[in-house]
């Protein structure tokens, strides 16, 4: 306890900074919005917008060459009786790449398809 009588004061500033280095973290969180389930001729389709911010570290790596890759999960359950029945499972990996030429950002998935 003597301890913390002692430097109370760098403790608090020590909560203090992580606190703020907290939330100054949580606006980078990538967020989803328009979440769309469309189901024709038996086919589920998924469509959702979403922003991921990049960090200027992040975007000076891009644009060095350096290409980033994602996945994306998507599982539809139905729940029937308390019991959860999976309806549909899938995993997409996406590529983002910068070229430089071009001066453009290009998204490619990894079947080859550029969007």
């Known amino acids: 306890m003597y301890y913390l ?4 004061i760098q403790l608090f500033f020590l909560v ?4 703020f280095n907290n939330a100054q973290s949580n606006d980078k969180l990538i967020k989803i919005s328009n979440i769309k389930l ?3 001729a038996s086919n589920y389709w998924v469509s ?3 922003h991921i911010p990049l960090s200027p570290d992040t975007l000076n790596a891009i644009s060095k060459g350096i290409p980033l890759y994602f996945k994306v999960s998507v ?4 729940n029937s ?3 959860n029945k999976i309806k549909l499972s899938n995993k997409m990996y ?7 030429l071009l001066r453009t950002y290009v998204i490619t998935d990894i079947n080859g398809k550029k969007s």
């Open 5 to 8: 009588k002692r430097n109370s």
């Open 48 to 50: 959702y917008d979403q």
């Open 38 to 40: 469309d189901y024709e």
């Open 16 to 19: 203090l900074v992580l606190f």
């Open 81 to 83: 009786y308390g019991f």
């Open 94 to 100: 996406t590529k983002l790449k910068y070229k430089s």
């Open 75 to 78: 599982n539809i359950f139905e």
